[in-house]
């Protein structure tokens, strides 16, 4: 059974930074696509970015394109989410998922999730 427990989140102004981490637990993650998504308060859950085992693949959310980025460090079972130039808009729970299904940015049904972490941008 694998378990991810997402860190990093908190407060910041807009313009400002953070970066998630999501650590994986239980069952090795190596060869998974991995992914992260968000809720905002009102809103269905939506994809952010997700990459591919090897790291070499990346896709993400037209709204967020060009400002957070997404990494992975297999070797310690942990996945990264990098967040710039932060706006309002980017509010939400953030919750990372594995396995994948990167083409389709759609986590499969046998997939694990984590129980989120709060990023709020104060304008």
């Known amino acids: 059974q694998v378990q991810l427990v997402e860190s990093g989140g908190g407060l910041v102004q807009a313009g400002g930074s953070l970066r998630l981490s999501c650590a994986a637990s239980g069952r090795a993650l190596s060869f998974a696509d991995m992914g992260w998504f968000r809720q905002a308060p009102g809103k269905e859950r939506e994809f952010v970015a997700g990459i591919d085992w090897r790291g070499s693949s990346r896709v993400f959310a037209e709204s967020v394109k060009g400002r957070f980025t997404i990494s992975r460090e297999n070797a310690k079972n942990t996945l990264f989410l990098q967040m710039n130039s932060l706006k309002p808009e980017d509010t939400a729970v953030y919750y990372c998922?594995?396995?994948?299904?990167?083409?389709?940015?759609?986590?499969?049904?046998?997939?694990?999730w984590g129980q989120g972490t709060q990023v709020t941008v104060s304008s």
């Open positions: 998922a594995a396995p994948l299904d990167l083409s389709r940015q759609a986590v499969l049904p046998s997939g694990t």
